[in-house]
């Protein structure tokens, strides 16, 4: 049909369609102009060569124009038709197409099988001008689309193991949510990950350093501190132990041990130590795991209840308190006594009650004088317990660092001491019981006091689910780790259950809203992990050199500031909505404008050439081949639909995912290197946004 047609018979054979039954589509064609005496390019619409809509587009900023047309099927011919170029007194006019949606389809002007047949009239559509599709169109001619299928959104079945799996692991490898999905449940895949045996992997690994010569030991000039937070993210990319790894780091937080103290820094095969510790228990019993970490050389050393020494009346020396006092307030049973759901109990006066005194601090610091690093019996003297440490070097290491801490005879405090006088749950520890003895008494009493229990539960969900969970949801998971089931208190595999398999955790949950989300900020290392196995980022050193990277996030692994750890779990951000509603947000302590600027320059790094550095080039790069196969089909929102599902589980809002659309359509070009930039900056606007931040 000419350009001249009269406007009402250019609607004739759409109108016809629609009168004889055809199913009709709605079409959206994003396009603006470039004027010419204040008259924008006139546009044809056709479908299967059908004219459906005359367009006048004067707009000079992109707008949308949506028009009836009949059903779109995959393979359909869309063309766009520029009917009156024209230029005059310096001024030219021009078409410019962003994009054609309708449904779960986009198409870019730019797709591989877009082209622009130059011509006016029947030449428009003859083939033998064209060239490849692109945005701008300087001629009159058509921009002839072949429709792509509609992008296949993934199933609720799909949608919830993703976000199951973002919440008890580091996020799921290309697969695996469907996987889950149609194979397994989540009960069974908690039953099928706590089956995977525990391993020695960062002792091993720094072991390995080690045996590369005397250079990679402790004081060595190859010597690198490094290697135990690039294992921890060769674990995070590529471990199949998900849950253990993201229960150590749960773990970690409360437990903490800091190489950040330079007082560790020739000791990190004993740091190594610590973090298989966690591993090893994250199922296990958290009374095994406490006493474990007490006698480990690195947390004595971090807390300084390595080489304690016992009191002296005559100089007025008391023993180090320490230990004793976040052993209390940060590892077992907080500073003020709670009620089972995990709400503080309060006195007469209205006022929290305190769970230990500072009398209680000073009982517990005797139990833990006495203790220094393993070498054998015969050589546990006063000399050895104040100032021998172990040799590294090959000939001489003996790999004490790895053994638990010894009681030296005649260092340890012999005085009676009570803890919790005056209180229910006193226990009395006599001084002329073996130091192996009162410590167990002591790390008992801890283990049964009534705060423990909510106390863990409470700090566990934060660091899976939720930040401010229901005093229901604390109470639940607190029975668990009072009772697994079979009269066993501290069971960390029951606990860690009941946080993910409780209905309030979320990932069930079929309806989101971002604004009133009951979720939790995503600290710096949840969201790269999730990066790294959602895009299968490899590292061609093997190393996972990207360490420093995190530096500026205020979250390097292993290098917490402080023994509070990378934010504290009571942090309230001032000034917010979340203060007025007595919440709290941890992850938000280390949010400012620095971290959140640095953000998003790694979110474009880890969009284009990737983390790290080797030497050469980028040490950690993701693979966004599958992304790429999914543009070449020519339906953008293909990609858009993956990333939403892949980054957000599909709570990504309709506003970000237009955000993506629009921002693959800035980009020009229609070869395959453009093809990736297109998916390179949908990734970083996705990865950048404060939506992905949100679990």
């Given at each position: 049909?000419?350009?001249s047609?009269?406007?009402?018979?250019?609607?004739?054979p759409l109108?016809?369609?629609?009168?004889?039954?055809?199913?009709?589509?709605?079409?959206?064609?994003?396009?603006?102009?470039s004027?010419?005496?204040?008259?924008?390019?006139?546009?044809?619409?056709?479908?299967?060569?059908?004219l459906?809509?005359?367009?006048?587009?004067?707009?000079?900023s992109?707008?949308?124009?949506?028009?009836?047309?009949?059903?779109?099927?995959?393979?359909?011919?869309?063309?766009?038709?520029?009917?009156?170029?024209?230029?005059?007194?310096?001024?030219d006019?021009?078409?410019?197409?962003?994009?054609?949606?309708?449904?779960?389809?986009t198409?870019?002007?730019?797709?591989p099988?877009?082209?622009?047949?130059?011509?006016?009239?029947?030449?428009?559509?003859?083939?033998?001008?064209?060239?490849?599709?692109?945005?701008?169109?300087?001629?009159n001619?058509?921009?002839?689309?072949?429709?792509?299928?509609?992008a296949?959104?993934?199933?609720?079945?799909?949608?919830?193991?993703?976000?199951?799996?973002?919440?008890a692991?580091?996020?799921?490898?290309?697969?695996?949510?469907?996987?889950?999905?149609?194979?397994?449940?989540?009960?069974?895949?908690?039953a099928?990950q706590?089956?995977?045996?525990?391993?020695?992997?960062?002792?091993?690994?720094?072991q390995?350093?080690?045996?590369?010569?005397?250079?990679?030991?402790?004081?060595?000039?190859k010597?690198?501190?490094?290697?135990?937070?690039?294992?921890?993210?060769?674990?995070?990319?590529?471990?199949?132990?998900?849950?253990r790894?993201?229960?150590?780091?749960a773990?970690?937080h409360?437990?903490?041990?800091?190489m950040?103290?330079?007082?560790?820094?020739?000791?990190?095969?004993?740091?190594?130590?610590?973090?298989?510790?966690?591993?090893?228990?994250?199922?296990?019993?958290?009374?095994?795991?406490?006493?474990?970490i007490?006698?480990?050389?690195?947390?004595g050393?971090?807390?300084?209840?390595i080489?304690?020494?016992k009191?002296?009346?005559?100089?007025?020396?008391?023993?180090?308190?320490?230990?004793?006092?976040?052993l209390?307030q940060?590892?077992?049973?907080?500073?003020?006594?709670?009620?089972?759901?995990g709400?503080?109990?309060?006195?007469?006066?209205?006022?929290?009650?305190?769970?230990?005194?500072?009398?209680?601090?000073?009982?517990?610091?005797?139990v833990?004088?006495?203790?220094?690093?393993?070498?054998?019996?015969?050589?546990?003297?006063?000399?050895?317990?104040r100032w021998?440490?172990?040799?590294?070097?090959?000939?001489?290491?003996?790999?004490?660092?790895?053994?638990?801490?010894?009681?030296?005879?005649g260092?340890?405090?012999?005085?009676?001491v009570?803890?919790?006088a005056?209180?229910?749950?006193?226990?009395?520890?006599?001084?002329?019981?073996?130091?192996?003895?009162?410590?167990?008494?002591?790390?008992?009493?801890?283990?049964?006091?009534?705060?423990m229990?909510?106390?863990?539960?409470?700090?566990?969900?934060?660091?899976?689910?939720?930040?401010?969970?229901?005093?229901?949801?604390?109470?639940r998971?607190?029975?668990?780790?009072?009772?697994?089931?079979?009269?066993?208190?501290?069971?960390?595999?029951?606990?860690?259950?009941?946080?993910l398999?409780?209905g309030?955790?979320?990932?069930?949950?079929t309806?989101f809203?971002?604004?009133?989300?009951?979720?939790?900020?995503?600290?710096?290392?949840?969201?790269v992990?999730?990066?790294?196995?959602?895009?299968?980022?490899?590292?061609?050193s093997?190393?996972?050199?990207?360490?420093?990277?995190?530096?500026?996030?205020?979250?390097?692994?292993?290098?917490?500031?402080?023994?509070?750890?990378?934010?504290r779990?009571g942090?309230?951000?001032?000034g917010?909505v979340?203060?007025?509603?007595?919440?709290?947000?941890?992850?938000?302590?280390?949010?400012?404008?620095?971290?959140t600027?640095?953000?998003?320059?790694?979110?474009?790094?880890?969009?284009?050439?990737?983390?790290?550095?080797?030497?050469?080039?980028?040490?950690?790069?993701?693979?966004?081949?599958?992304?790429?196969?999914?543009?070449?089909?020519?339906?953008?929102q293909?990609?858009?639909?993956?990333?939403?599902?892949?980054?957000?589980?599909?709570?990504?809002?309709?506003?970000?995912q237009?955000?993506l659309?629009?921002?693959?359509?800035?980009?020009g070009?229609?070869?395959?290197?453009?093809?990736?930039?297109?998916?390179?900056?949908?990734?970083?606007?996705?990865?950048?946004?404060?939506?992905?931040?949100?679990?």
């Amino acid at each position: 049909m000419a350009a001249s047609t009269p406007p009402r018979l250019a609607f004739l054979p759409l109108l016809l369609a629609l009168c004889a039954g055809a199913a009709a589509d709605t079409l959206n064609l994003r396009a603006y102009g470039s004027l010419v005496q204040g008259v924008g390019p006139s546009v044809e619409v056709r479908v299967n060569g059908t004219l459906v809509r005359t367009l006048q587009i004067n707009n000079t900023s992109a707008q949308t124009f949506s028009l009836e047309v009949p059903t779109l099927v995959a393979g359909a011919q869309v063309d766009v038709v520029f009917t009156n170029d024209a230029a005059a007194n310096g001024e030219d006019r021009n078409l410019y197409v962003d994009y054609l949606s309708s449904g779960a389809t986009t198409v870019l002007p730019t797709a591989p099988t877009a082209l622009i047949d130059r011509g006016k009239g029947a030449a428009a559509f003859d083939g033998v001008d064209t060239r490849p599709g692109q945005s701008g169109i300087y001629w009159n001619a058509a921009l002839r689309l072949r429709w792509p299928a509609a992008a296949t959104a993934p199933s609720p079945a799909v949608t919830q193991a993703t976000r199951f799996l973002l919440q008890a692991g580091f996020g799921p490898r290309p697969g695996e949510a469907e996987t889950l999905a149609s194979q397994s449940s989540p009960t069974r895949w908690i039953a099928d990950q706590m089956a995977l045996p525990p391993s020695n992997d960062f002792v091993n690994h720094i072991q390995a350093k080690y045996a590369l010569g005397a250079d990679y030991r402790p004081n060595g000039s190859k010597y690198q501190t490094r290697w135990l937070p690039q294992r921890f993210w060769a674990g995070v990319a590529q471990g199949q132990d998900q849950l253990r790894r993201r229960t150590a780091l749960a773990l970690h937080h409360i437990l903490m041990v800091s190489m950040a103290d330079s007082n560790l820094y020739h000791h990190q095969r004993a740091y190594a130590n610590y973090l298989d510790i966690l591993n090893r228990h994250a199922f296990g019993n958290y009374r095994q795991l406490i006493e474990d970490i007490a006698l480990s050389p690195a947390m004595g050393i971090y807390l300084s209840h390595i080489r304690n020494r016992k009191e002296d009346p005559a100089t007025g020396r008391m023993p180090d308190e320490n230990f004793a006092r976040e052993l209390m307030q940060l590892f077992t049973i907080g500073l003020h006594e709670l009620n089972s759901d995990g709400s503080v109990r309060k006195d007469a006066n209205g006022q929290p009650i305190e769970t230990y005194t500072n009398a209680d601090v000073m009982a517990l610091a005797k139990v833990f004088t006495g203790w220094s690093w393993a070498f054998p019996d015969n050589q546990l003297t006063e000399s050895t317990f104040r100032w021998k440490s172990p040799d590294y070097s090959a000939a001489a290491d003996t790999q004490i660092d790895l053994q638990r801490m010894k009681a030296y005879p005649g260092q340890a405090s012999t005085a009676d001491v009570v803890l919790f006088a005056g209180k229910p749950n006193a226990v009395a520890i006599p001084g002329s019981a073996a130091p192996a003895q009162r410590l167990k008494l002591a790390l008992d009493a801890l283990f049964q006091h009534p705060n423990m229990g909510p106390f863990v539960a409470k700090q566990l969900i934060q660091r899976f689910t939720r930040s401010n969970p229901s005093p229901a949801y604390v109470q639940r998971v607190a029975a668990a780790f009072a009772n697994n089931g079979r009269g066993v208190r501290g069971d960390l595999g029951a606990t860690v259950r009941a946080v993910l398999l409780d209905g309030e955790a979320g990932w069930a949950q079929t309806t989101f809203n971002m604004a009133s989300s009951p979720g939790k900020l995503r600290e710096p290392v949840l969201r790269v992990a999730h990066w790294l196995r959602a895009f299968d980022a490899r590292s061609p050193s093997g190393e996972f050199q990207m360490v420093y990277d995190f530096e500026p996030l205020a979250q390097m692994v292993t290098n917490a500031p402080s023994v509070f750890g990378y934010f504290r779990p009571g942090y309230t951000p001032p000034g917010t909505v979340i203060a007025q509603q007595g919440g709290v947000a941890p992850e938000f302590q280390i949010v400012n404008e620095g971290s959140t600027a640095t953000w998003v320059n790694r979110a474009e790094s880890m969009a284009g050439g990737g983390l790290g550095w080797n030497g050469s080039s980028a040490d950690v790069v993701a693979d966004y081949t599958p992304l790429v196969n999914l543009l070449n089909t020519g339906n953008a929102q293909a990609v858009v639909q993956r990333l939403n599902q892949q980054l957000y589980a599909g709570r990504m809002s309709a506003a970000l995912q237009s955000a993506l659309i629009e921002a693959m359509a800035g980009v020009g070009g229609n070869d395959a290197a453009s093809q990736l930039n297109r998916v390179r900056i949908a990734v970083y606007v996705a990865l950048s946004a404060p939506e992905f931040n949100i679990q």
